[in-house]
């Protein structure tokens, strides 16, 4: 186990649902990650947050809206999503943001639009 | 930004043989360069990195070389072994700056035949 949670595992919404992913860490992390991952494409970097501080927003449509109330928590709000907004959603934690630590992802939320 | 370019998208060897699995970036600011492991249904993880100040490290079985001129890196992989089967990510970032901000290449699917 690696120390980074992610509830559900598997998500079916339609596309006028409301739902929210949670990430956890247990490792004493400042920094977290949400990850889109797509069959046949890299795994593509969403939002970053230091400290609880949204540093970096990768040109993510606004239907994904993070939240990070603290340094081990970070949810992923979505609404009015699209089919190909279909795919594993990753969370990964870093010791920080600036240096190059190990990102430890959590096992993914596997999401399906309908 | 950032574009890191994989090759090849699939890879599959004989056991005992070895694998070398290549990385192209486009940002010569770029100076870290982590490679991740997934397994199949299973989170990324980490299984070695290489700063830009060396041109190679190693790790038992596992290698990763930097051609900074180029642009390029590589995983080398000896002695394979059925478990080495998975998908291999390389990424680059740019180290004590946004560190955090990995750039994924497409991912190489190997498979290790017993």
């Known amino acids: 186990e690696t120390g980074v949670t992610q509830t559900p595992r598997h998500l079916v919404m339609g596309m006028t649902n409301k739902k929210s992913l949670k990430c956890e860490q247990h490792l004493g992390h400042n920094a977290m990650y949400w990850y889109k991952q797509s069959a046949k494409k890299p795994l593509e970097l969403m939002f970053v947050?230091?400290?609880?501080?949204?540093?970096e927003n990768n040109s993510v449509p606004s239907r994904f809206s993070p939240e990070c109330p603290n340094s081990s928590h970070l949810f992923l709000h979505l609404h009015t999503l699209q089919p190909e907004d279909s795919a594993l959603y990753l969370c990964a934690s870093s010791q920080d943001w600036e240096g190059n630590y190990e990102q430890f992802f959590g096992p993914g939320t596997r999401l399906t639009v309908l | 930004g950032e574009n890191v370019e994989q090759h090849p998208s699939t890879l599959s060897v004989q056991e005992g043989d070895s694998a070398v699995i290549k990385c192209t970036y486009s940002d010569s600011a770029s100076n870290y360069f982590p490679w991740y492991k997934q397994e199949l249904g299973k989170r990324p993880q980490l299984i070695i990195d290489?700063?830009?100040?060396?041109g190679e490290k190693k790790d038992q079985r596992i290698a990763v070389t930097l051609n900074k001129t180029a642009k390029h890196f590589s995983l080398h992989i000896t002695e394979t072994q059925p478990e080495d089967s998975a998908v291999y990510f390389c990424a680059a970032a740019q180290y004590y700056n946004q560190g955090g901000k990995l750039i994924f290449g497409q991912g190489t699917e190997l498979s290790v035949k017993p």
């Open positions: 947050y230091s400290l609880e501080e949204r540093v």
């Open positions: 290489i700063r830009s100040n060396v």
